[in-house]
């Protein structure tokens, strides 16, 4: 067990915001996330001054007789109690002044159970609806296959009008390269924190998030009469794989799989199949799904 998880800490707590354009492409932007870099700079100075105080507490203990009878010794009880808590290193980070550049403790953490979410669409016969259903199902039964105590849902749909003229200039953006600078309010009203627009108009579909103080996640879908929506499977796949981008999965290169993505030269249109199926995730996306989100084993 990493010291970072023996402190309560996932590593999906110490996530950066993220932008990402769905399967077409996946962008990240200076201003809105944490470098891994810096996240693993801080784990290890983390790690270093566990250590440190470790030494010279024993080493004073050693020393001075006197001083251990009269002010060390409950020093250390407190000490002895805050590492079977579990609770040191995750002190360590939040007094290092960590959560002021956006990466947060064990209340942000998603060892929280479940997210909500919403479809938002204006038609009640959305084909889309239940694709969205299945992907929900598809990743919590994949999380409680790898021993994952998180999932996704409830799931609340919303017949009503559909912002797509903020979904496109979201699209856009993205499509151009840049991140977008500012989210468009009406696409944050949801209650839900992953709001999901099935839209009637033709842009990139997107996921972008974690936004704001509630962290939310807004995914938007492109109609389905605009390829290559139109072809069998692909929809399917696209709203499953962006719900994978919500839950911090990256693009992979491998185009047989259901996260690959720009820079690799994977497209939607590789999700064509006659028959209706999710494609696999890869060894290593199972196993960043382990090291983000909490083990149902004690």
Known sequence: MSVLEAAGLSQAALRSRRVCAGRLGCLRNRGWRVRASSRGAAARAAVFLFLYLHRALMAALSRTKSLKSMILRPVVHLYTWLVRMKRLVGFVLVV?????????????????????????????????????????????????????????????????????????????????????????????????????????????????????????????????????????????????HLLGIALGLRHNSDPTTLMCGRPARCRPALFRSVTPRVFPLTDTERRQLRAMYPSCVA
Not at 202 to 221: I, T, W, Y
Request: glycine share 12%; aromatic share 4%; hydrophobic share 40%.
């Open 96 to 240: 290092a002044g960590l959560s002021g550049n956006g990466v947060h403790a064990q209340s942000d953490s998603p060892a929280q159970q479940g997210r909500s979410v919403v479809s938002v669409t204006s038609s009640a016969g959305d084909a889309r609806l239940g694709l969205v259903d299945e992907a929900v199902s598809f990743w919590n039964k994949t999380l409680q296959e790898l021993g994952v105590c998180y999932s996704l849902g409830p799931v609340t749909r919303l017949v009503q009008s559909v912002p797509e003229e903020a979904l496109q200039s979201v699209g856009q953006l993205l499509e151009g390269g840049r991140g977008p600078s500012k989210i468009p309010p009406v696409l944050l009203d949801q209650s839900g924190d992953i709001t999901i627009f099935l839209a009637e108009s033709e842009f990139l579909s997107f996921a972008v998030g974690p936004l704001g103080p509630d962290r939310k996640e807004v995914l938007g879908v492109r109609g389905l009469r605009f390829p290559p929506l139109t072809l069998p499977n692909v929809a399917r796949n696209v709203i499953t």
